[in-house]
């Protein structure tokens, strides 16, 4: 009778995690779902992902999303992205290898959104674009020193917007390790240079996944305004 119970348990929860492994749309939050669209590895927990992301993000980040999308996207690759927030939608490339990598590239998505919400009260001072800038104009001086190319050009490191070029240049022609290298105590990560975005974006991420320490040293402008963010909101930084 008890062995008999014992299988019957075990038939119930393999049908349970069969129907959870199967599932393709997760409610997450304000009517958003996320959709898997192509499947994810075995290991990786998506409905874990999600609380995480809920218990710790400010709501404002969520407004004006309408859904998230997990899967094959060539408008991720063609721009070589894992991620990308486009069209009130955001995209994550399904080849994501661990929970961690997924969550890393949530928060930075979500980010650039509580970042399109709040811009007035995010740059409105413009602390945050002197202290890019003069972080620009560091690496202006470094890279010209260091490196011989026509496409070091002075006027697109006091540009603070995208510029898939200038992008392109860091990324492939100088390379994100030379960066690091030269310039280790300029931004929490070379990707952080490529615009004021994506600069908050960088920020934002590393002082929710790691409770911003590095942020502190290197951006301490950037990281005094997200630390008013964070007592101004529900949000909760997690790590040292």
Same mark, same amino acid.
């Given at each position: 009778m008890q062995k008999s119970r014992n299988n019957l348990i075990k038939s119930i929860q393999k049908s349970a995690n069969k129907t959870l492994s199967e599932k393709k749309r997760f409610y997450f939050n304000r009517g958003i779902e996320f959709v898997v669209k192509s499947p994810l590895p075995k290991e990786l927990d998506i409905e874990k992902v999600m609380g995480l992301l809920r218990a710790n993000l400010p709501e404002s980040c969520y407004v004006g999303i309408k859904n998230v999308y997990i899967g094959k996207f060539d408008k991720l690759q063609k721009r070589n992205l894992t991620a990308l927030h486009y069209n009130d939608n955001i995209y994550v490339d399904s080849s994501v290898k661990s929970e961690k990598d997924l969550i890393d590239d949530l928060v $930075? @998505?979500?980010? $650039?959104? +509580? =970042? =399109? !919400? !709040?811009? =007035?009260?995010? +740059?409105?001072?413009?602390?945050?674009? !002197? @202290?890019f800038i003069g972080k620009r104009n560091r690496l202006f001086d470094l890279l010209s020193q260091y490196i011989q190319s026509e496409k070091i050009n002075y006027f697109d490191f006091i540009n603070t917007e995208y510029d898939k070029e200038f992008d392109d240049f860091l990324f492939k022609e100088v390379g994100y390790e030379k960066i690091r290298n030269l310039a280790p105590t300029l931004f929490v990560r070379p990707y952080a240079a490529t615009s004021v975005r994506e600069y908050f974006a960088t920020g934002f991420e590393n002082y929710f996944l790691t409770g911003g320490t590095s942020l502190k040293n290197i951006s301490p402008i950037l990281h005094k305004k997200i630390s008013m963010i964070d007592k101004s909101e529900d949000f909760k930084p997690t790590g040292g």
């Amino acid at each position: 009778m008890q062995k008999s119970r014992n299988n019957l348990i075990k038939s119930i929860q393999k049908s349970a995690n069969k129907t959870l492994s199967e599932k393709k749309r997760f409610y997450f939050n304000r009517g958003i779902e996320f959709v898997v669209k192509s499947p994810l590895p075995k290991e990786l927990d998506i409905e874990k992902v999600m609380g995480l992301l809920r218990a710790n993000l400010p709501e404002s980040c969520y407004v004006g999303i309408k859904n998230v999308y997990i899967g094959k996207f060539d408008k991720l690759q063609k721009r070589n992205l894992t991620a990308l927030h486009y069209n009130d939608n955001i995209y994550v490339d399904s080849s994501v290898k661990s929970e961690k990598d997924l969550i890393d590239d949530l928060v $930075h @998505e979500f980010a $650039h959104r +509580y =970042e =399109e !919400n !709040n811009a =007035e009260m995010i +740059y409105q001072d413009g602390l945050i674009v !002197n @202290e890019f800038i003069g972080k620009r104009n560091r690496l202006f001086d470094l890279l010209s020193q260091y490196i011989q190319s026509e496409k070091i050009n002075y006027f697109d490191f006091i540009n603070t917007e995208y510029d898939k070029e200038f992008d392109d240049f860091l990324f492939k022609e100088v390379g994100y390790e030379k960066i690091r290298n030269l310039a280790p105590t300029l931004f929490v990560r070379p990707y952080a240079a490529t615009s004021v975005r994506e600069y908050f974006a960088t920020g934002f991420e590393n002082y929710f996944l790691t409770g911003g320490t590095s942020l502190k040293n290197i951006s301490p402008i950037l990281h005094k305004k997200i630390s008013m963010i964070d007592k101004s909101e529900d949000f909760k930084p997690t790590g040292g």
